[in-house]
């Protein structure tokens, strides 16, 4: 079964807009979630975490946003930059040390000029 | 500080045909991971090593054996190779300790056809 789901296979935005990418989960064990940005023909790169004892994450540009009751995680970036345009996978793990991750089926994020 | 390397970055195999992937990090990381990732799907786990000497089942193991020669390099082997096993391979690399929270490091992939 699919323990972490993105049910959007892409989203378009204008740039200087929001962008809101969303992530839900089964698994009540996982502890510790990440997204990871990933450009064609490269590996995924960290973007941002959040633990499950924290309901909010900012860095810089991005915010993670976690709500534990409905097993629902968000990512916010604002400003949208036409550089942000990537396939963001949301990610979860038992363990806070953040390994054995799950992977949800990505987000293709296009922002337009 | 190279990272996380892959080697090959391309392959293109026979079904039947035998290979291995090749791994290597840096970073004095004590655990290594592979996946693979299709189209559509995320990152599945097929293989990783806690620590040197140590190896564990993922999520889709079944065609796959790995070999975590030293605390650098870790390698994934198919010993006879399938269609399905056609994907892209990502190796990765982390600092697991018991109270610390890190993030996994990857490599570029590994493209694999099987014919």
């Known amino acids: 079964d699919q323990q972490v789901k993105q049910n959007s296979p892409s989203l378009s935005v204008q740039e200087g807009r929001i962008s809101i990418l969303n992530c839900d989960y089964t698994n009540s064990m996982f502890d510790y979630f990440l997204w990871y940005k990933k450009y064609p023909a490269e590996g995924p790169t960290f973007l941002i975490s959040i633990s499950s004892i924290k309901d909010k994450n900012e860095d810089g540009r991005f915010t993670v946003f976690l709500n534990k009751s409905a097993k629902h995680l968000s990512l916010h970036i604002v400003p949208s930059q036409p550089g942000d345009s990537a396939v963001y996978f949301c990610?979860?793990?038992?363990?806070?040390?953040?390994?054995?991750?799950?992977f949800g089926e990505g987000t293709q994020l296009t922002v337009n000029p | 500080n190279a990272g996380v390397t892959q080697t090959p970055k391309f392959q293109v195999l026979k079904t039947g045909q035998s290979m291995t992937l090749q791994c290597a990090q840096d970073m004095n990381h004590n655990s290594m991971y592979w996946y693979r990732q299709d189209p559509g799907m995320g990152l599945r786990l097929i293989y990783y090593s806690a620590s040197e000497g140590t190896t564990d089942k993922g999520e889709v193991p079944n065609g796959y054996n790995v070999s975590r020669l030293n605390k650098r390099e870790f390698s994934l082997r198919l010993e006879s190779a399938a269609p399905s096993q056609t994907s892209v391979y990502f190796c990765a690399s982390i600092w697991t300790s018991g109270t610390a929270t890190d993030t996994q490091y990857f490599g570029p992939g590994t493209r694999l056809t099987v014919l």
């Open positions: 990610a979860a793990s038992e363990e806070t040390s953040g390994s054995r991750l799950t």
